[in-house]
Every structure is written in structure tokens, then in C-alpha cells.
């Protein structure tokens, strides 16, 4: 793939993310602020049921839920609309001659965007409860980057198979509520027994968001443990959702 062409892919990968954006908000007055309210609404909820249960043992428990929230919608938001990616995309599929991947990768991106609407409000958050700004922060960059990465390596995974298989849309929905569970969203690790904890913090979710707790909130640096986890996972979801998706190439062409 030569210079030219990748020009031509991104640029496809942008109009597809524009015209996502558009028909996401076309009918919505608000738009595309509810890339804002929509966690902050879930934070003010959630904060009303659970900061009184965790004030002791979580400080600032907005600000850790909407650390969580965002990390959590990132990856959420991608991998959900990535999974019918193509099927939704038939009649381009057929018709314009790109690798399939661009149309995956556009609902990716497209979650990138709200993700960095989401993130304005979540810096107005952290100045409101008086979060000091620290050189850390600059970490969340390559979190984000990592997150992104992993959520990419699935979603190449789940737009190939519900070609094949519609019925994983359900599953996966009843995955992400075990996954978002533990992901420690709205409570404290230490809460849980020791096997517990030793499972949620293999879950690769819960290493972005912690990760991005530390640096976001308490100017912590992720130590080298947790470096290997999140890059590992990362990697190998991604090579291992691109395998998928090229071993299937040729059927999804003829079952789409």
C-alpha cells in the first residue's frame, strides 16, 4: 500500500465518520453535546447512589466514575457500532473498491470523536473538583492510544463474524454488562476478595481505566507490570481480530 493510497483510504475513513456522526444526531436537537451529557448525567446518577457507600475507601468518586465512564464509552461505543459495520455498509461494499477494513475502522474513529467531545467536559470536571494538573496527565495519551488499539483488534473480530452470525450482537451485549462489572466502574478493587481482585486486574478494561486513574487523578505513572498488560492486550487482540477478519475476507464478499 503506497503513500497515495493510504491518503485515499483516510480520507475515506473521515467522510464515512462524518456522515456516522450526522445520521447518529440528525434527528437530535442537542446533537452532538450529547457526546457530553450522556456521561455526565451518568456520573451525577451514579454518584448520587454510590459516593456515600464508597466515600471512605474512594476519594473524589465523580471524577473516579467519569475516569472510568469515558475509558469505558471509548471502547463500548467502538466496538458496538464497528460490529455491523459491513452488513451496513453492503451496497458500498460491492460497489467501491477499498480494503473492508476502512468501513470498521471509520465507526472506530467515529468513537474517537465523541470520545474527544466527552473529554472537554471531563477537563471542565476535573478543574471544578480541583484536580491539580500534573506532567502525568500526558499519559492518558498513549492509554487512550492502547485502548483504542484493543478496541480495534475486537471490532475487526465482531464486524467479521456477525456477517456470519447476527446473533453475536446479543451476546456481546450480555458480555459487556459481566465486562462492565468487572471493570470496577463504580466501586474501589480493595472492596472485593483476593480472587476477585486477582481476576479484575487481568481484565484488560480494568488495566486502561486503572491506568488511567493513576495519571488523570493522583499523578501516578502506571508501573512496568501494568505497561506489559495493557500493551500486551492490546497487540494480540488487535493481531489476533486482523487474522480473523483476513481468514474470512473472501466469504463475507459472497455472504454480505
Known sequence: MNKEQLKQYWFVIKELTGRELKRRYSRSYLGVLWSVLNPLLSMAVMSAIFSMMFQRSIENFPIYYLTGSIIWALFTGATNAAMTSLVDNKQLLIKVKLPMQVFTLSRVYTSLANFGYSFVAYLVFLFIFKIQPHW?????????????????????????????????????????????????????VTALSETMQKIVSENPLY?????????????????????????VWAVAMFAMGQLFFQSKKNNIMQKV
Open 136 to 188: 502525568t496527565m500526558l499519559v492518558l495519551i498513549p492509554v487512550v492510544a492502547l485502548t483504542l488499539l484493543f478496541a480495534t483488534g475486537l471490532s475487526l473480530f465482531l464486524a467479521s463474524a456477525y456477517v456470519f452470525f447476527g446473533d453475536i450482537k446479543h451476546l456481546y451485549g450480555i458480555l459487556l454488562t459481566l465486562w462492565m462489572y468487572l471493570s470496577a466502574l463504580f466501586y474501589p
Open 207 to 231: 488495566c486502561y481505566i486503572a491506568a488511567a486513574r493513576g495519571c488523570m487523578m493522583y499523578g501516578e505513572l502506571p508501573d512496568a507490570g501494568l505497561w506489559i498488560r495493557m500493551i
